[in-house]
Nanobody, 125 residues
Framework: QVQLVESGGGLVQAGGSLRLSCAAS????????MGWFRQAPGKEREFVAG????????SYAVFVKGRFTISRDNAKNTVSLQMNSLKPEDTAVYYC??????????????????WGQGTQVTVSS
């Protein structure tokens, strides 16, 4: 049974930082690319960042580039999202997702096979 469990969300002031983590189990982690998405109330789920199996290919949404950093540790079966300079518009539930096969179209949710339950990030102004 595949499980993706996010942690690290919370309430932070604008300009602050948070580090999200996603622990994967039940799959061969280094066979999967990983992605982070987010969904704010009343909005569609949107891509935040993606990383291929060996960290050789990394993608970011334009609105987070330079502020967020995605990384993975294949020895620990984890993927992380370091978020700096947070803004109120970053408030959302953040989800990690696993994509089997070749790293492709990381921004498209339908290319991912497994999803976590999400962790809430709230940025106050």
């Amino acid at each position: 049974q595949v499980q993706l469990v996010e942690s690290g969300g919370g309430l932070v002031q604008a300009g602050g930082s948070l580090r999200l983590s996603c622990a994967a189990s039940g799959l061969t982690f280094n066979n999967y690319a990983m992605g982070w998405f987010r969904q704010a109330p009343g909005k569609e789920r949107e891509f935040v960042a993606g990383i291929n199996w060996n960290s050789g290919q990394i993608s970011y949404a334009v609105f987070v580039k330079g502020r967020f950093t995605i990384s993975r540790d294949n020895a620990k079966n984890t993927v992380s999202l370091q978020m700096n300079s947070l803004k109120p518009e970053d408030t959302a539930v953040y989800y990690c997702a696993a994509q089997g096969g070749i790293y492709r179209e990381p921004a498209r949710p339908s290319t991912y096979d497994y999803w976590g339950q999400g962790t809430q990030v709230t940025v106050s102004s």
